[in-house]
């Protein structure tokens, strides 16, 4: 089995350290896992040194192939691998553009189109071995060339919305915003060097990541389903933003998966947009027109499993935040941010807004599950003090605007949160958008709610949202201690260590009342019984090739 | 009936001129284009960097003159890039802008491109309003020969318990809004909450591959609503046809009941509600709007929705176009028809 040829003599000295960790209960296994892996350790390499076997993945034999799927998922339009701004979006470009590694349900990290990588002592140079035997579905063999075409492509910062150029911004030349000169060493056909400007533990995790799906040197930047060359296992057949995505095998490619990790096994994927109103989705159930939910959320998880299907949870560090965007009045005054996080609870948010399914956060967007996160405690709950900020700031009698998406959760959450602020005394209007509006402007209102994805890394999240300036800084924060701090911890491969950095970026998330966070969620999806391989995933990602159905 | 005919065509060709222009003003206010803007190039820009792609990509005009090119009597914008090469609005990227034409919009048979969905309007109207006409199609064969039963066997013995018991199930249902009646229906036969679950509550898999399950009860949602009241007017006319002097004469002459009303009072009893199931058509499209949203089918109604929610200009200009010809085109066809079925009208 090819896979394990990877397995190396000299293990890295700070997956060492991380293996001590994990055992001394610093870290937990999940996070011990990320981390290793994002060294170039294998997984099996990386349960060995906690003493663990490996769980051996379901094979070929276990699992019928043939088949449709039919998921219900919101169908958006493609654009750019780059510039995508939803899992969704990924999720259907996945049948035919592959990554260069995977995150796994589990917290590790597997080579796809990589079959390895090693990292130096101080994570600032990491050597990638590229697949041997992968080729394109036109018939080009899979080269370094081709990874380095990509990597290029992610580090262009002039494109607009390039969110992938902030992931790899260690590859950057900030005076041109494209790949410094010398960051990328081609050594072989199969060996590719990227020497970072400074170290960073992230940047393997973030070619996961569903913007980095690697595209065909001849991409030319529109739909990548019009000319769908990609290197893997399926084809899309049809795209109709808001109706119907479907993807079937290519039976002319043979994919180069199948030997390594077995798959594909289903022949047909569909992919049916219902809209954001669960309802519908459950009248689909009902209805028996789909085969799997893309996700289950707050009541409907119980009326879900009433219908007899199967529940799968994935642990996440997905949240919602409830931000102020500082570029507004009166966001832009401290005080009233802070007022307005000190008057809720979020342990009330977590229980009206999300059913409980989760667990209490901090409002410093750091999921206890991160490898860095630093205990620093919740911002206190303090109504009465609240409204004295805010009598101090002159806005005891604004009346307060909050907008969310009319999601179910995600608006419970907003009502809960004005509830609890109406409580304090604080006049607070609500307003609901449908899904289609919401994000034409999310970045831009002043008092919102949008939901985020987790990610690996809690530097990653940070990095992503509130540096200054970043693509998705939906807060408009711009603090020049927290970017130098962030920087710092960017650069500091030991988990502890880092922890001490994060332990103050943390407390300035608080101080500066950046958003209030108010829970970190539990996944779920659901799906029929005889659906296989198509469990939850923490980032939403779907390895169709891990796919099957009973018929 | 030629002149007739002529002044209905006109009338259909400014009131759809009237209505795009309407629809042309609003969705090209400055917030919606600012909101345009921030869709297209992203959610991020700042106001120069609005004003500047607006600018770019043709918006920048006065509104009338933009709608003359949408119309297709006005030539397209041109605009020479920084790089010497031209873009615009008749210009499809990577064509010769040489060969292109210079007047593209409605006239020219060009509808444009629809924003959200990434596709030519024309595109997917005619998928939309395929999928409509089949839910359409339904509709009526479910509605006109339930109505017309109900409003004969209603109208045939005015006062009678028949009569008054099929009279409050007609107003029952005409008084039931779609998005009442929809909801209702899905949850009594479609929900395992009352565990019926003899329909489909959603009818998506209905778009491909309609049948009795899936198709039934958006089907019978929209038709309750207008059947009722097709029903109310025909009962009308029955009754006031059964009230006439030759339907007295012929029960003097001691005809049987029945050969009465199919014989002598139908026909005549027929003519009003003939117009009244013509100009049901308008309002079938009003119901298909909530029908469609409510049972996630994707047709014209879902489309409209779809385009006014996302500010998507073409495509909402597309749908308005082809409402009015709809709206208008059967109220001629009743005009007409009702000629042919009651011969004392005559048109000019």
């Not at chain 1, 309802?279 to 409907?300: K, P, R």
């Amino acid at each position: 089995m090819t896979h394990h040829s990877t397995l190396k003599a000299d293990i890295h000295a700070a997956a060492r350290m991380y293996a001590e960790e994990e055992k001394s209960g610093k870290l937990s296994r999940r996070e011990f896992l990320t981390r290793a892996t994002a060294l170039g350790l294998t997984a099996p390499a990386a349960y060995g040194l906690l003493g663990l076997t490996a769980p051996t993945p379901a094979w070929a034999q276990d699992k019928p192939m043939g088949g449709t799927l039919r998921m219900q998922m919101e169908t958006l339009a493609l654009k750019d691998p780059r510039l995508f701004d939803w899992s969704e979006m990924g999720n259907f470009a996945r049948g035919w553009l592959e990554y260069l590694v995977e995150y796994e349900i589990d917290g590790t990290l597997r080579g796809m189109l990589l079959d390895s990588w090693e990292a130096n002592e101080d994570a600032s140079q990491f050597t990638l071995n590229v697949r041997q035997g992968v080729t394109w579905n036109n018939g080009d063999p899979f080269t370094a060339d081709d990874v380095i075409f990509n990597i290029t492509r992610w580090c262009d910062g002039t494109v607009e919305g390039n969110s992938m150029a902030t992931r790899m911004s260690t590859l950057v030349d900030p005076e041109t915003s494209q790949l410094r000169e010398g960051a990328i060493e081609k050594v072989d056909d199969h060996t590719v060097v990227l020497n970072l400007s400074a170290p960073d533990i992230a940047i393997i995790v973030s070619m996961a990541d569903y913007p980095a799906s690697i595209v065909h040197p001849s991409y030319d930047g529109g739909d990548p389903s019009d000319n769908p060359i990609g290197t893997g296992a399926y084809l899309p057949e049809e795209n109709q933003v808001g109706v119907r995505q479907t993807l079937v095998k290519n039976e002319e490619h043979s994919w180069w998966g199948t030997d390594v990790y077995g798959g594909p096994y289903l022949d047909r994927i569909e992919y049916i947009d219902y809209g954001t109103d669960p309802s519908a989705i459950v009248a689909a159930v009902e209805s028996e027109e789909i085969d799997a939910t893309y996700q289950s959320s707050g009541d409907f998880i119980d009326i879900f499993d009433s219908l007899g299907w199967e529940k799968s949870e994935a642990i996440t560090a997905s949240t919602v935040t409830i931000r102020f965007n500082q570029d507004s009045e009166p966001y832009d005054n401290r005080d009233v941010r802070r007022a307005l996080m000190m008057a809720v609870d979020n342990a009330v948010i977590l229980e009206l807004g999300y059913n409980n399914l989760g667990t209490v956060a901090e409002d410093h967007h750091v999921c206890p599950i991160h490898p860095e996160y630093a205990d620093i405690g919740p911002v206190p709950v303090d109504p009465a003090q609240a409204m004295e900020l805010l009598e101090g700031a002159g806005y005891a009698d604004y009346e307060f605007e909050l907008i969310s998406i009319d999601d179910d959760w995600q608006a419970a959450s907003c009502d809960a949160t004005a509830a609890q602020l109406r409580d304090a005394g604080i006049n607070v209007a609500r307003t609901v958008l449908p899904g289609s509006t919401f994000w034409n402007d999310w970045l831009k209102y002043p008092f919102s709610a949008t939901e985020w994805n987790m990610r690996p890394l809690g530097v990653q999240i940070l990095n992503l949202a509130y540096r200054t300036g970043a693509s998705w800084n939906e807060t408009a924060f711009s603090n020049e201690e927290f970017d130098s701090l962030l920087d710092e911890a960017n650069g500091i491969a030991d988990a502890e260590a880092r922890s001490e950095v994060m332990a103050k970026l943390e407390t300035i998330m608080q101080e500066e009342g950046v958003t209030i966070q108010p829970f970190w969620r539990s996944l779920y999806r659901h799906y029929r019984p005889g659906v296989m391989g198509a469990e939850m995933h923490p980032t939403f990602e779907h390895h169709h090739y891990k796919w099957a159905i009973e018929s | 009936m030629l002149r007739f005919l002529l002044a209905r065509v006109v009338t259909m060709l400014f009131t759809a001129l009237c209505l795009t222009l309407i629809v042309f003003a609003l969705t090209n206010l400055e917030p919606n284009l600012e909101k345009v803007a921030k869709s297209e190039a992203g959610s991020r820009i700042s106001d120069e960097e609005v004003v500047s792609w607006l600018e770019r990509n043709g918006y920048g005009q006065p509104t009338l003159v933009r709608y003359g090119e949408w119309l297709g009597v006005l030539p397209g914008w041109q605009i020479e890039q920084a790089d010497g090469s031209v873009r615009g609005r008749c210009i499809p990227i990577g064509s010769d802008p040489e060969i292109a034409p210079d007047f593209c919009g409605v006239l020219q048979g060009y509808w444009g491109e629809s924003t959200v969905f990434k596709q030519p309007v024309s595109e997917i109207i005619s998928r939309s309003l395929a999928l409509t006409g089949k839910l359409m199609f339904w509709v009526m064969v479910v509605m006109v020969p339930g109505a017309l039963l109900l409003g004969v066997l209603a109208g045939m013995r005015e006062g009678s318990r028949t009569d008054r018991s099929l009279s409050a199930v007609s107003i029952l249902t005409t008084a039931t809004p779609e998005y009442v009646s929809g909801v209702l229906l899905i949850t009594i036969f479609a929900s395992s909450a009352v565990g019926l679950r003899w329909f489909n509550g959603s009818a998506t898999s209905a778009m491909e591959d309609a049948n009795f399950v899936n198709f039934t009860l958006p089907v019978v949602t929209i038709a309750l609503y207008g059947m009722g009241y097709i029903a109310r007017m025909t009962r009308a006319s029955m009754t006031e046809v059964m009230t006439a002097q030759y339907i007295r004469t012929a029960r003097l002459k001691g005809v049987k009941f029945r050969n009465i009303v199919l014989r002598h009072a139908l026909r005549n009893a027929l003519i009003a509600p003939f117009t009244v199931i013509m100009l049901q058509f308008p309002w079938l499209l009003n119901g298909v709007v909530i029908v469609e949203t409510l049972f996630n089918y994707k047709g014209f109604g879902w489309t409209l929705v779809q385009a006014a929610g996302n500010n998507d200009i073409e495509l909402l200009l597309g749908v308005s176009v082809v409402s009015v010809f709809v709206v208008l085109v059967t109220q001629l066809i009743s005009d007409i028809g009702y000629v042919y079925l009651n011969p004392r009208i005559r048109i000019s």
